[in-house]
């Protein structure tokens, strides 16, 4: 095993780092955005503040997605449950004009070679779109 780290590219956002840290502070604001997520691929969603469980098709039990740390208006970091291998991931912000906050995800992940090497492309791939759509959403209306 050995931790690994990706990083996405720095997107920008026209919404407020609070706008932003508010949504993504409380896990059950994933009902505002259910219709973005394939159907075909997430079977169950089950949403508490802090906390969410997510029925993946093909991936066996709920995986989990925990709130460990935060701090106002600038970072987010999340743990990841019932998958296999241990992680977090975090989301950074900052504001640096009105109408433009940089964001970043990063994921920390501890995995064995031959899984790193199966998932490192399509892992990079997947975190530099989240960090796109992140961009796009209209937290501020949310």
Known sequence: MSE???????TSSTQSAHDIFRVMSDLR??????????KDKIKEILAEED??????????????IR??????DNVIKYGLE???????????????????TRMKLTIKADMPMMIKMMVEKKLQQGLDQ????????????M
Do not use: C, H, T
């Not at 906390?51 to 989990?64: A, E, H, S």
């Not at 989240?130 to 209306?141: D, I, N």
């Open 51 to 64: 906390n969410i469980r997510i029925k993946v098709d093909g991936l066996g039990p709920m995986i989990g």
């Open 82 to 100: 019932n998958i296999p291998m241990e992680g977090y991931f975090w989301v950074q912000m900052k504001q640096v004009a009105p109408g433009d």
């Open 4 to 10: 690994q780290k990706y990083e996405s590219k720095i």
């Open 130 to 141: 989240a960090a796109e759509m992140l961009a796009q959403m209209p937290f501020g209306m």
């Open 67 to 72: 709130i460990l740390d935060k701090e106002e």
């Open 29 to 38: 604001n994933i009902d505002k955005v259910k219709d973005l997520i394939p």
